[in-house]
T-cell receptor, first 112, second 112 residues
Framework: KQEVTQIPAALSVPEGENLVLNCSFT??????LQWFRQDPGKGLTSLLL?????REQTSGRLNASLDKSSGRSTLYIAASQPGDSATYLC???????????FGTGTLLAVQP | GAVVSQHPSRVICKSGTSVKIECRSL??????MFWYRQFPKKSLMLMAT?????????EQGVEKDKFLINHASLTLSTLTVTSAHPEDSSFYIC????????FGPGTRLTVL
């Protein structure tokens, strides 16, 4: 059974700092891995999707990496801004079921 | 990008009543939709997979008679919480598959 965990659970950084969020998964037979952002009381916004054959994806100040062999993914946020404050969730998709197994989330606060 | 809507966004009901939540794919057809539940400060837990024209597939531990799912068309899935109780209070989020999973904005259910 796939289990996805995220470290740290919460993170507070000053504005402008670069940061890394970590995601670990127990079953390396994933179809893809996705990073989402969730604002309080809101739905999910997809940030980056990495296919199992890829090692990283980039979008603006965001870079996500995937290492299937070690069961890890990281989300790198460059030059953080207060508007980046949110909960970040990673999710792994296994096989052909398209089921997303979500991590525990990291609550990020960027202080102005 | 693809848009998924949910209605209502918030609902408050009395214990013992039933509540229906709608999930619509607005600009694409989805044979498969998913329903998730999220407790406060927790991650998303998959409840069931909704397949158009067939019975939903429920995850282990989810009561199918409690959470009725109907996927009568390629753009609409409904989740009905029957005989709701305070412990059913939660944030319910749906998603629909097109090129990837697209998420609705969520429905906050409060059972008094």
């Amino acid at each position: 059974k796939q289990e996805v965990t995220q470290i740290p659970a919460a993170l507070s950084v000053p504005e402008g700092e670069n940061l890394v969020l970590n995601c670990s998964f127990t079953d390396s037979a994933i179809y893809n891995l996705q990073w989402f952002r969730q604002d309080p009381g809101k739905g999910l916004t997809s940030l980056l999707l990495i296919q199992s054959s890829q090692r990283e994806q980039t979008s603006g100040r965001l870079n996500a990496s995937l290492d299937k062999s070690s069961g890890r993914s990281t989300l790198y946020i460059a030059a953080s801004q207060p508007g980046d404050s949110a909960t970040y969730l990673c999710a792994a998709t296994g096989g052909a079921t398209n089921k997303l197994i979500f991590g525990t989330g990291t609550l990020l606060a960027v202080q102005p | 990008g693809a848009v998924v809507s949910q209605h209502p966004s918030r609902v408050i009901c009395k214990s013992g009543t039933s509540v229906k939540i709608e999930c619509r794919s607005l600009d694409f057809q989805a044979t498969t939709m998913f329903w998730y539940r999220q407790f406060p400060k927790k991650s998303l837990m998959l409840m069931a997979t909704s397949n158009e024209g067939s019975k939903a597939t429920y995850e282990q531990g989810v009561e199918k008679d409690k959470f009725l799912i109907n996927h009568a068309s390629l753009t609409l899935s409904t989740l009905t919480v029957t005989s709701a109780h305070p412990e059913d209070s939660s944030f319910y989020i749906c998603s629909a598959i097109w090129t990837e999973q697209f998420f609705g904005p969520g429905t906050r259910l409060t059972v008094l």
